[in-house]
């Protein structure tokens, strides 16, 4: 069981627009920034969200991220083939003193 | 260029001990993380080092038995691994940090070397 809760799967049409859900605690999300990490099949993760809603140089604008009290969420709009893959949210636990990730959400491209 | 490059994974038995290493190139003095994944699994956050070495933590799965280190001289970082379970079989990677604790986001990874562990 992961501290930060995401739905296993989402799926939508080419072109249609998903988000992506990550739940956590005040010890967490509540009280620390959160990233995204994408991983495409057999390759390492790459981030495409940090500190809550900045999008690294090269991230195409697509994807967005916002954060809600101890909720956080990923949308990616205009979905394409290439967006097939898993999505990870992650923070710090300050009561923990561990990072944790979710336990991840597969994006289908239907 | 600005890299990390893992080595040292392999096939052990449970109870033996491994050593990973992580060839950081193209920069220095950041935080350095290891994180894995098992086969077919999500990732686990597995341990942290400081920019400087003056602090590490743990992930609970892996506390008292792994211990994280660096050599900022050779700009490389390790991951001691003893007492290994079968549970501990994962790819794993090295990740760089960037941002004030505790709000980091990992910016760069490695590609991972793989760690199985047979009963």
């Known amino acids: 069981q992961s501290v930060l809760t995401q739905p296993p799967s989402v799926s939508a049409a080419p072109g249609q627009w998903v988000t992506i859900s990550c739940s956590g605690s005040?010890?967490?999300?509540?009280?620390?920034?959160v990233s995204w990490y994408q991983q495409l099949p057999g390759t390492a993760p790459k981030r495409l969200i940090s500190e809550n809603t900045k999008r690294p140089s090269g991230i195409p604008d697509r994807f967005s991220g916002s954060k809600s009290g101890t909720s956080a969420t990923l949308a990616i709009a205009g979905l394409q083939t290439g967006d097939e893959a898993d999505y990870y949210c992650?923070?710090?636990?300050?009561?923990?003193?561990?990072?944790?990730f979710g336990g991840g959400t597969k994006v289908t491209v239907l | 260029q600005v890299q990390l490059v893992e080595s040292g994974g392999g096939v052990v038995q449970s109870g033996d001990s491994l050593r990973l290493s992580c060839a950081a190139s193209g920069f220095r003095g950041y935080g350095m993380h290891w994180v894995r994944q098992a086969p077919g699994k999500g990732l686990e956050w597995v341990a942290l080092i400081w920019y400087d070495g003056s602090n590490t933590y743990y992930g609970d799965s892996v506390k008292g038995r792994f211990t994280i280190s660096r050599d900022s001289y050779e700009n490389m970082v390790y991951l001691e691994m003893n007492s290994l379970r079968v549970e501990d079989t994962a790819v794993y990677y090295c990740?760089?940090?960037?941002?004030?604790?505790?709000?980091?986001?990992?910016?760069?990874w490695g590609r991972g070397t793989l760690v199985t562990v047979s009963s």
């Open positions: 990740a760089r940090d960037v941002g004030y604790f505790p709000n980091w986001s990992f910016d760069l």
């Open positions: 005040i010890s967490n999300i509540g009280s620390n920034d």
């Open positions: 992650g923070t710090w636990d300050s009561s923990l003193s561990v990072w944790v």
